[in-house]
């Protein structure tokens, strides 16, 4: 694509790439910028909307969407309060639709969350999560192996084990040490799951693990069953071994995680859009009310990127959208947006690690209208060509409530579509 | 009840303490150390970690300063490997009086510690970060210190020599017959039972603790524990240890050591050694001070914060019935209380600790009428043919052995074998034991990756139930924590985020059975004063470090 784009998003992370495709679905021309890749790389490849909230009768929920109903009616100001519920059962469903088409399914559990395992063996809620995984589901007792590989540091499925027995679920352990990975050094889980596109290897783990089923009548393995047919290399595996198979999510980086950023910059590039990193934006010009354009930096040359509107998915403190600093100022890095939520540093952490509450910190970010353009604290727009998506919005903590993917896709979805028709509601 | 009996019974598990037990055990005396926790876990595991040249004392303290750099000079012999031979600056800023100078070299003579001048061009080639604007510098052996190895290492050549040394044995009090102390009762922690060990002669060497030691058996010891703040940055901003040249006061020094730099420190007394906090003025202190010798430190990234409390003693007893230098203080409780069968070593610097525990280990054979001469001096700790410890160690190590596909932690360049080694010949029960011994998840990501990793280990060597991993894990956590909370902005607070994100989001480790914590997990700071802080800074008494 030659010339200025109709829209520029900046942020590869799942807010950011789903904003790219559902502005190009309508049609416009899109180019995302990037300093790197966001958060598909880290995060366990589900789609968590939320963890656990209070329901209609004040009792703990395990069904994301009165999860949601009830983050609503205590955080008028959350993403999803401000998208409402049948928005975001939308924008949940067309990204599983897509995944679909890439022959990567996303499934849910009748509206509910399911229990997965994590790979220390503690349930985990989510509310999609790839076919992959769910045989997983703690909420069925039947007997389990988990499986992990010798030259692999980052799985340990003797002590994951331990404590799903300790939580009834019956399950055993085993290490294989498969010969074709002795001489590799600094084996990660990508490494793994690139071996995954040869039969031999999948031969080779499959006669590894058969000998230790011992009545198991399901095999956990950590999350590296390949990157382009996940779903064949599980019905394969489980052909070999006759029972069922399911992944673990592992350490960063996120194989599961991989194949959704994977799906996205390919519907991206197949609607004509373009995906580039190694663009860290670091400033903006802005004429009135418009963003004019933004500047980026790399290999200390400085570019400029115009665009009629301009989508803002740079994350919050993890992602880099955001910096804090020492001295308790904390600075949206591209265009100083007015930030919401700021508390003076001395209570930006709890004392308790694990304070249910989480940390206040990481509540700040950036306060957005109806259309996703960033408000402050009267209410007043800060451009009318400005987009905000993704975990670098206000009033929620994506990581404590287990809402990151749902925020990532809800708000990425419907400010990707604000942003193509760049309408006031 | 478990009951041992021992001839030297040593109360703490750190320099002192390890000090004493491997030169008691290398006498010939039946030996058993009881630490309250991990070995180093006190004051030498919290220090900057300086090997003293004796230059910061020359001009206060010259017979500190004499012990300093004799000292430094044995220790350069038998422990080399636990060393760094990076050398110190003395450096004069605009911010300092350079009329201190001629009293500076004066002392360094009479001190006789080696002193050069470094003309200001050859020590910015050196040291290019350092300020611009200073005037004058010169150069001493200082050198830093792998104070955990060194404990390490003295406890394992004590068991060589036939000592016991016993981690996570709690001295609930002294047992104390009449006149006379015969021994300890102690509450052994990982079995949760209770042990009496009794012994001919007991050495309380718990540093800052030991007034709480002695109070058990009704012995006044009047111990004003000092309390020193530091900051690490997350790599080497300097190669030589730099020192303000001035009296020494707070925050004028930075020790290269290991992957970081150290930035130290602060002297604020406190009135219980288990309970302090970092307070945000020390940490803002810390940075200040250093922005005068590196222009733009603080602007640097954090790795964490930390504070030790010194061990200062105040004498109460006026009769002149102790045998004491001005660095540290030994005590007879015989002549200066009427209890027998006890001593007291404290105070003093982790560059003088085997001094101090051949002065210890003397009075011990004057008290079993045994009298047997000191060898500490002459013979090296295992492993020291390894020669001086450099920044490259580890890798070099880990290119010639081939085993970068084992690493257990990225940052430290920490091995599987290192784990392994750590867990079933160091004995290691926790994950911060660990972390003692191979400096597991003290790089830059804190243990967001080696956490996990270590745990697996840890249950799979140990064969631990689900739940002290688990504990283990989370103990890990909030040791952590407590060390990050005060200097997280920038980037580390986004790593921070991220590891919470694998603990608390992909792991859910706060979801998994088993206690919340163990008897096991490290101590804690107290929350920083709402007010902004213990008394301001003020002029510091240096009698600790």
């Not at chain 2, 007034?211 to 703040?229: C, E, F, Q, S, Y």
Request: glycine share 10%.
């Amino acid at each position: 694509m030659a010339g200025k784009p109709d829209v520029l998003v900046i942020g590869a992370g799942l807010a950011g790439l789903t904003a790219a495709w559902q502005a190009l679905t309508m049609g416009k021309r899109v180019r995302l910028i990037a300093k790197g890749w966001g958060m598909t790389h880290w995060h366990a490849g589900c789609i968590d909307v939320m963890g656990e909230g209070v329901d209609d009768d004040g009792g703990i929920s395990d069904s994301a969407g009165h999860a949601m109903a009830g983050t609503a009616a205590v955080q008028p100001d959350h993403p999803y309060a401000i998208l409402g519920r049948p928005k975001l059962n939308e924008a949940i469903d067309s990204f599983a639709q897509l995944c679909r088409a890439y022959e990567y399914p996303l499934v849910g559990n009748a509206g509910k969350n399911w229990m997965l395992p994590s790979a220390v063996g503690a349930a985990r809620p989510t509310y999609l999560a790839p076919e992959t995984m769910i045989a997983g589901d703690l909420t069925d007792q039947r007997p389990m192996l988990i499986v992990g590989l010798s030259q692999l540091n980052d799985f340990y499925p003797g002590l994951m084990a331990d404590n799903l027995n300790a939580q009834g679920i019956p399950a055993a352990a085993v290490t294989v040490d498969l010969a074709s990975l002795r001489e590799v050094r600094h084996l990660n889980p990508v490494m793994v799951a690139n071996r995954f596109h040869s039969l031999t290897f999948l031969d080779e783990i499959a006669d590894a693990i058969r000998p230790h089923l011992n009545g198991a009548e399901r095999v956990g393995l950590p999350a590296v069953l390949g990157f382009e047919q996940p779903i064949r290399v599980k019905l394969e595996l489980e052909q070999r071994l006759g029972c069922q198979l399911f992944e673990i999510p592992t350490l960063p980086p996120s194989v599961p995680g991989i194949r959704l950023h994977r799906i996205l910059v390919q519907e991206i590039r197949r609607l004509g859009g373009v995906v580039q990193e190694g663009f860290e934006v670091v400033a903006a010009e802005i004429s009135g009310s418009r963003v004019l354009r933004v500047f980026s930096e790399a290999g200390a040359r400085q570019k400029s990127h115009a665009a009629d509107v301009f989508v803002l998915a740079t994350g919050g403190i993890l992602g880099g959208g955001m910096v804090a600093a020492q001295t308790g100022d904390i600075k949206e890095t591209i265009f100083g947006l007015p930030l919401s939520g700021v508390k003076a540093q001395q209570d930006w952490l709890s004392h308790e690690y694990f304070d249910p509450q989480g940390h206040a910190v990481f509540k700040t970010g950036i306060r957005v209208n109806r259309d996703f353009r960033p408000i402050d604290e009267t209410g007043s727009q800060f451009a009318e060509n400005l987009i905000v998506v993704g975990t670098t919005l206000a009033h929620c903590d994506p990581l404590r409530e287990r809402s990151m993917e749902g925020i990532a896709v809800a708000t990425g979805f419907w400010g990707g579509r604000q942003a193509a028709s760049n309408e006031s509601s | 009840m478990r009951t041992i009996q021992t001839e030297v019974l040593i109360v703490g598990g750190g320099a002192t303490g390890t000090g004493v037990a491997r030169d008691c055990a290398m006498r010939g005396f039946k030996t058993v150390l009881v630490e309250s926790r991990d070995l180093a876990h006190g004051t030498t595991g919290r220090y900057h970690g300086l090997l003293h040249s004796g230059g910061r004392y020359v001009v206060k303290d010259p017979k500190a300063a004499a012990e300093c750099i004799e000292e430094n000079r044995i220790l350069r012999r038998i422990m080399p490997h636990c060393l760094e031979d990076t050398g110190g600056f003395f450096v004069v800023t605009p911010y300092d009086d350079p009329e201190f100078v001629p009293k500076f070299l004066e002392g360094c003579r009479h001190a006789e510690v080696p002193v050069e001048t470094v003309p200001i061009a050859e020590m910015l080639r050196q040291e290019p970060l350092l300020n611009k604007e200073i005037s004058h510098c010169f150069r001493v052996p200082d050198g830093s210190a792998d104070s955990f190895m060194a404990t390490e290492l003295n406890a394992e050549s004590s068991r060589q020599y036939g000592a016991s040394i016993l981690n996570y044995h709690h001295v609930m009090n002294l047992i104390r017959r009449g006149d006379q102390v015969v021994g300890a009762l102690c509450h052994d922690l990982v079995q949760d039972e209770q042990v009496a060990i009794y012994a001919d002669l007991t050495v309380n060497a718990a540093g800052a603790w030991a007034g709480k030691i002695a109070a058990t058996a009704d012995i006044l010891v009047k111990l004003l524990p000092g309390k020193g703040t530091m900051v690490a940055i997350s790599h080497r901003a300097v190669n030589t240890v730099i020192n303000r040249c001035k009296m020494p006061s707070d925050g004028d020094i930075i020790v290269p050591i290991h992957t970081v730099s150290v930035l130290g420190t602060t002297d604020v007394q406190v009135t219980d050694p288990d309970h302090f906090a970092i307070e945000p003025w020390e940490v803002q202190l810390m940075l200040d001070e250093a922005d005068k010798l590196i222009p733009g430190a603080s602007e640097m990234r954090i790795l964490r914060a930390w504070a030790g409390v010194r061990p200062l003693f105040q004498e109460t007893v006026t009769t002149d019935s102790r045998d004491v230098t001005r660095a540290y203080a030994l005590l007879d409780h015989a002549p200066r209380d009427g209890v027998d069968g006890v001593i007291t070593i404290t105070g003093g610097k982790w560059t003088t600790y085997r001094m101090m525990a051949e002065a210890t280990t003397d009075k011990v054979c004057q008290k079993l009428d045994s009298p047997r001469p000191c060898r500490t001096h002459l013979e090296s700790l295992p492993g020291a043919e390894r020669g001086y410890h450099h920044l490259g160690a580890r890798l070099k190590r880990l290119e010639e052995e081939r085993s970068y596909g084992q690493l257990v932690c990225e940052c430290e360049l920490v091995t599987i074998e290192d784990v392994h080694h750590s867990i079933s010949e160091g004995n290691a029960r926790t994950v911060d034991d660990i972390r003692r011994d191979v400096r597991l998840g003290m790089g830059p990501c804190q243990g967001g990756f080696c956490t996990y990793r270590a745990v697996g280990i840890l249950h799979e060597v140990k064969k631990l139930e689900n739940s002290a991993s688990n504990a283990a894990l989370r103990d890990f956590l909030r040791e952590r924590w407590k060390g990050l909370r005060p200097i997280l902005w920038g980037r580390q607070l986004k790593q921070a985020r991220l590891d919470e994100l694998i603990f608390l989001n992909l792991l859910n480790v706060e979801q998994l059975p088993g206690p919340p914590a163990t008897r096991l997990q490290p101590t804690m700071y107290d929350e920083p004063s709402t007010t902004g802080g213990s008394a301001a800074p003020s002029e510091r008494e240096e009698a600790g470090k």
